[in-house]
C-alpha cells in the first residue's frame, strides 16, 4: 500500500542504534520490546563483567535465550494435539448417536 503510514523508530540495545520502520498500532510494542532489550543487556552486563564480554557476545546470548523462550511459548501453544482429540471425540460421539 503506497498511501500506508509507517514510521522510523530507533531499537538501541548495547548502545547500538538498529532503525526500525513500524505501522504505528505497532509503537508501544516496539517501545516495550526496546525497554526489555535494554534492561536484559544491562543485566547481562553486570552479571557477566568478570568474563569481560564483548557488547556482541552479549546480544548473541540475548539472541538465544529469546529465541528459547519464544519456541517454548509456541510449543506450549500449539493447539493441534487437542484439536485432533476434539475431532476424535466428536467422531466417536456421532458414531455412538448413529447406534442409538
Known amino acids: ?31 516495550e520490546a526496546t525497554r526489555q532489550l535494554r534492561e536484559k543487556f544491562n543485566a547481562y552486563k553486570h552479571t557477566f563483567s568478570e568474563a569481560k564480554l564483548s557488547d556482541k557476545d552479549i546480544l548473541a546470548m540475548m539472541a538465544i535465550e529469546i529465541a528459547i523462550s519464544h519456541l517454548k511459548l509456541e510449543k506450549k501453544n500449539d493447539t493441534i494435539p487437542f484439536s485432533t482429540k476434539i475431532k476424535q471425540l466428536n467422531d466417536e460421539l456421532k458414531d455412538f448417536l448413529k447406534e442409538e
Open 1 to 31: 500500500m503506497p498511501d500506508e503510514i509507517l514510521i522510523q523508530l530507533e531499537v538501541v540495545p548495547g548502545g547500538r542504534k538498529y532503525p526500525v520502520t513500524i505501522h504505528p498500532d505497532e509503537e508501544e510494542i516496539v517501545r
